[in-house]
């Protein structure tokens, strides 16, 4: 899987990339730069999954959400953040990872958005054959 990890903290992005080892994962931890990477490689080597801190000086992370709405593949986008208080926030994220958080805690919730997303497409394309 490709991962975009967009953290102002590089620390904490690096561990997070260190954690990920078994996938393809770039590290961004300027928020000034990060749309113009989204733009670019969604054209030609898109993410399936971006992992985003919810505050960074500059840009948020409903920000970069805001920015990914503008491609045709959108990626899994997950939050991540410190406060409790956003998990009662519409993003419009995929989902919202309260830190610290485990890699196992990251895994089960990618394989339940991958199952939703999953569900929902399977649900369109009945729809599309009983038109």
């Given at each position: 899987m490709k991962i975009l990890i967009i953290d102002d903290e590089a620390c904490v992005a690096r561990a997070l990339q260190r954690a990920m080892k078994e996938h393809d994962v770039v590290v961004a931890?300027?928020?000034?730069?990060?749309?113009?990477?989204?733009?670019?490689?969604?054209l030609t080597d898109p993410f399936?999954?971006?992992?985003?801190?919810?505050?960074?000086?500059?840009?948020?992370?409903?920000d970069v959400?805001?920015?990914?709405?503008?491609?045709?593949?959108?990626p899994i986008f997950v939050l991540m953040s410190g406060d409790?208080?956003?998990?009662d926030t519409e993003t419009g994220a995929d989902a919202i990872l309260l830190k610290p958080f485990t890699a196992n805690d990251f895994r089960v919730v990618i394989a339940r958005i991958r199952e939703?997303?999953?569900?929902?497409?399977?649900?369109?394309i009945r729809c599309l054959a009983a038109a």
């Amino acid at each position: 899987m490709k991962i975009l990890i967009i953290d102002d903290e590089a620390c904490v992005a690096r561990a997070l990339q260190r954690a990920m080892k078994e996938h393809d994962v770039v590290v961004a931890t300027d928020p000034a730069t990060v749309s113009e990477l989204v733009a670019s490689v969604a054209l030609t080597d898109p993410f399936e999954l971006v992992l985003c801190d919810v505050r960074m000086p500059g840009m948020t992370g409903i920000d970069v959400l805001r920015a990914l709405w503008r491609h045709r593949e959108r990626p899994i986008f997950v939050l991540m953040s410190g406060d409790d208080a956003l998990i009662d926030t519409e993003t419009g994220a995929d989902a919202i990872l309260l830190k610290p958080f485990t890699a196992n805690d990251f895994r089960v919730v990618i394989a339940r958005i991958r199952e939703v997303r999953a569900t929902a497409r399977t649900a369109r394309i009945r729809c599309l054959a009983a038109a």
